[in-house]
């Protein structure tokens, strides 16, 4: 239950791949934000890339319909060298988009710099930086996929930095985790220092 006066909101982020996906589950209310939930989904292998989409799409609607989001927050593809992966990428997305229109969802895109922008206040952060930030802020310790969770847990949590309401039916957009972290220090537990980055898993 939320404060009285408090509005609710559950968001749902993900950074799709045709290997893992990456996810997280935060609710916000009002002035404050918490995990309810961060994994990854693993694609099947094989070359049958149908099959692949049938798990995005089957998967996304799975978490959809066991945390109801009120809003999909989702990374756009990079762009890259190899247009054969940025097909299956976009692919990937699409499907989880179609999931979450299926169940009249919302859906935002955000584009890898601007998550990492919002997170660490640097648009080329490394992703180990971007998950030591987030460890912080939602307060959790590693998980054996910690990198591929904490992707899909930072698209959740840059969607929630661009749509604060202030209560007074007006939207707040924040540049970065800085001038967020000034107007909410109630949100940040504990002084912000940049912990050593957790060992990448490798991916």
């Not at 918490?34 to 099959?51: F, R, T």
């Not at 969802?105 to 930086?129: L, M």
């Not at 971007?130 to 930072?154: H, I, W």
Request: overall charge positive; proline content about 5%.
């Amino acid at each position: 239950m939320g404060l009285p006066g408090s509005k609710e909101r559950i968001i749902l982020g993900i950074d799709p791949g045709t290997v893992v996906m990456g996810y997280g589950i935060i609710k916000e209310t009002g002035s404050k934000i918490e995990l309810l939930a961060m994994g990854v989904v693993k694609i099947p292998g094989g070359d049958d890339h149908m099959v692949k989409l049938q798990r995005i799409f089957e998967k996304t609607v799975a978490l959809i319909d066991n945390y109801h989001p009120d809003a999909l927050a989702i990374e756009a593809p990079f762009y890259g060298k190899n247009i054969q992966v940025m097909l299956k990428l976009g692919r990937a997305q699409g499907m989880a988009i179609a999931a979450a229109l299926s169940r009249n969802i919302p859906v935002n895109e955000y584009s890898p710099r601007k998550i990492k922008q919002s997170i660490t206040g640097n648009g080329n952060a490394a992703k180990e930086q971007v998950a030591s930030m987030l460890q912080q802020l939602l307060v959790f310790k590693e998980t054996p996929e910690f990198l591929d969770a904490t992707d899909g847990l930072a698209v959740a949590v840059c969607h929630s930095f661009q749509k604060i309401s202030t209560g007074r039916g007006s939207k707040i957009t924040y540049s970065g985790w800085a001038s967020f972290v000034k107007d909410n220090t109630a949100r940040v537990s504990g002084p912000i220092k940049f912990k050593a980055p957790p060992k990448s898993s490798g991916k």
